[in-house]
């Protein structure tokens, strides 16, 4: 059975910082990329915000480079979201999605196979 399921998600000021987890077992991890994206309340799923393809390339929005750091760690299948310098309209239920590694990442949703489930992010003022 395919799974990925975040963790660290949570209430946090504005500047500050969390790191995100995202476990993923049911599927070969090295051969898919792994992308995170945000929903904030009362709006539509975002655009893919960065993205591994846990070979060593990534990719990152405009809206989070320079705060946000993806990474993976092949070992125990699981990428992580380093968020700094929190905002509050960062605030959203974040998710990780899979899709099959490919030379082009895809940013938009309906591309990715698998999803979690989401893990809430709170950014107040």
């Known amino acids: 059975e395919v799974q990925l399921v975040e963790s660290g998600g949570g209430l946090v000021q504005a500047g500050g910082s969390l790191r995100l987890s995202c476990a993923a077992s049911?599927?070969?991890?090295?051969?898919?990329?792994i992308g995170w994206f945000r929903q904030a309340p009362g709006k539509e799923r975002e655009g893919v915000l960065c993205?591994?393809?846990?070979?060593?390339?990534?990719y990152y929005a405009d809206s989070v480079k320079g705060r946000f750091t993806i990474s993976s760690d092949n070992a125990k299948n699981t990428v992580y979201l380093k968020m700094n310098g929190l905002k509050p309209e960062d605030t959203a239920v974040y998710y990780c999605?899979?899709?099959?590694?490919?030379?082009?990442?895809?940013?938009?949703?309906?591309?990715?196979?698998?999803w979690g489930q989401g893990t809430q992010v709170a950014v107040s003022s």
């Open positions: 999605a899979a899709v099959p590694r490919a030379a082009v990442l895809p940013e938009v949703p309906y591309e990715y196979d698998y």
């Open positions: 049911g599927f070969t991890f090295d051969d898919y990329a």
């Open positions: 993205i591994t393809d846990n070979d060593g390339k990534t």
